[in-house]
């Protein structure tokens, strides 16, 4: 029997003018349908995990920005019994910007964040680092 293998992936989400990007799913080459998720992606070769993340949000929607790593990560046996290790990070704009998307996704979307709920995602996990990004936003900010 083949060991597990550990990989090493990456969550971004995308927030600009109080809204947060949300890409649904290219239901042919992912099987899930009428699903959203944040920027997911593995951290390749001897990438580092910040370095995955600027990787990721260039490939999947086009933008070269700096992420915030959130020091925060998931845990999990993916689909195919890996365990992985997945870090969050945010991308924090001053402006919505033009969006490119890779084959990955069909479309995308922006939803104000004060709409979110646990429901607009596939995966509870991007739901969680969703509410983290708005915690390290509130605290970077000074705000109680």
Known sequence: MKPDLQKKKVQVVVLAQGKLLRLKFNEKKSGYVNSFQNITGSVEGEETFSEGAQRELHEEIGLSQKCHDLNFEFSFKDRWKNQVTEKVFLCLLDHVPPITLSDEHESF????????????????????????SLHFLKNSRGHT
């Open 109 to 132: 979307e922006w939803k104000e964040i004060e709409l979110v709920q646990a429901e607009d995602f596939l995966f509870p996990s991007n739901y969680q680092a969703f509410l983290l």
